[in-house]
Nanobody, 115 residues
């Protein structure tokens, strides 16, 4: 059974940086596209970045140039480096496959950006 565990969130001032990590209990990274998603209060969950098994990346326009997604298949991990954070980046961040699998949603990690 696959379990995804997110970590690395926290409280940061606008303009600051955070690095999120996603660790998987099963070997799913080698063949699947992985993504980072976020959900702010009152909003729907949205994908902000994805990375293919070969390392190709795509980003939502709102984070392009500020966020960087990467993966380490040997470590079964996916990372999201977030720079130049803005208050509108405040949300719970999740990792999952692309498209997401309902059973794989974890608890997420809270990111709060103060102005």
């Amino acid at each position: 059974q696959v379990q995804l565990v997110e970590s690395g969130g926290g409280l940061v001032q606008a303009g600051g940086s955070l690095r999120l990590s996603c660790a998987a209990s099963g070997r799913i990274f080698s063949v699947y596209i992985m993504g980072w998603y976020r959900q702010a209060p009152g909003n729907q969950r949205e994908m902000v970045a994805r990375v293919s098994p070969g390392g190709s990346t795509n980003y939502a326009d709102s984070v392009k140039g500020r966020f960087t997604i990467s993966r380490d298949s040997a470590e079964n991990a996916v990372y999201l480096q977030m720079n130049s954070l803005k208050p509108e980046d405040t949300a719970v961040y999740y990792c999952n496959l692309v498209p997401p699998v309902v059973q794989y949603w974890g608890q997420g990690t809270q990111v709060t950006v103060s102005s």
